[in-house]
């Protein structure tokens, strides 16, 4: 018995280590993203956070794991920290796309809909939703996943705007809509 425990906390330990290097070649590689030392090290800690096996995954729960007196930090990263969020999606996708890769991926494609309360979210209308069974006030976000015997990973999303949104120059700025004219057909 004691031979099997001491495989399965070898295993354990070379699986952690190579997790350990894996989430260090990534964060060597956005590092450029973030102009101050310490939004980068906030990154590192949210994200190891993320991958902890904790009750609740929220700034409370990671900061305390991460030894922070309260969230304010992670807080801070996620609302107004400067860094160029969408150069880290496009390094990131490129990153897991690559470990990934066995020659024989698939790209899925994901439309899934969130009903709200109010129209005042960006991209918020009445609008089909799959999820609740009809027509209803929701946003819509399309996620983009590649696909491998390797594994997945999320490396695209967007949130559809439909033209309605789009086309009411009145309350684009108050939803926080992008300046985006509609299309011809919409």
Not at 95 to 122: F, N, P, Q, R, Y
Not at 123 to 140: I, K
Request: aromatic share 4%; glycine share 10%; net charge negative.
């Amino acid at each position: 018995m004691r031979h099997d425990q001491d495989a399965a906390v070898a295993a354990a330990t070379v699986a952690d280590d190579a997790r350990s290097a894996l989430l260090a070649d990534l964060l060597g590689r956005v590092a450029g993203c973030f102009p101050r030392r310490e939004t980068r090290q906030c990154c590192g800690q949210m994200v190891s956070g993320l991958l902890m096996e904790l009750d609740d995954h929220n700034c409370w729960t990671i900061a305390e794991a991460a030894g922070h007196r309260g969230p304010h930090r992670l807080q801070h990263l996620l609302s107004r920290a400067v860094w160029d969020d969408q150069q880290v999606l496009d390094i990131a996708a490129a990153w897991a796309a690559g470990h990934l890769d066995d020659g024989d991926a698939v790209l899925i494609v994901d439309e899934t809909a969130d009903e709200k309360s109010s129209a005042d979210c960006a991209g918020a209308a009445r609008q089909y939703s799959g999820t609740a069974g009809g027509v209803a006030l929701c946003q819509v976000a399309v996620t983009l996943a590649y696909a491998t015997g390797r594994g997945h990973a999320l490396i695209g999303r967007a949130l559809y705007l439909p033209g309605g949104c789009a086309a009411d120059e009145e309350h684009r700025p108050r939803r926080q809509h992008p300046d985006r004219k509609p299309a011809p057909d919409e």
